[in-house]
């Protein structure tokens, strides 16, 4: 479904759901399956405003952190939902 103004400027509050996030290259950094959370360092976030760093991101679905391992390229995407950031997609690079 197009999109067409998705994300605009930074913090704010977009209610816009999933679809149109864009990729964004990282590393695996740690995996906690239990919780369905996922720390990866990340490129610079500018749909999100945010510099590259390491983060915690919670998985939207806990099938997608099966398969990954540490130290692993990865793109992802992830998006603001409820103040939390939210891993949507994620795949090998
Ligand atoms: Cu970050």
Not at 5 to 32: F, M, Q, S, Y
Not at 45 to 56: A, K
Request: proline residues 5%; without cysteine.
């Amino acid at each position: 479904m197009p999109q067409g103004h998705a994300h605009h400027g930074l913090g704010t509050a977009a209610a816009a759901p999933a679809a149109e996030a864009p990729w964004t290259n990282g590393e695996v950094r740690k995996i906690d399956t239990a919780a369905g959370k996922l720390t990866l360092r990340h490129d610079d976030m500018p749909h999100l405003g945010m510099m590259g760093m390491t983060m915690v991101f919670k998985a939207a679905d806990p099938a997608l952190l099966q398969g990954l391992t540490v130290g692993q390229a990865v793109r992802f995407k992830a998006q603001r939902e409820g103040g939390q950031l939210t891993l949507t997609a994620i795949e090998r690079r």
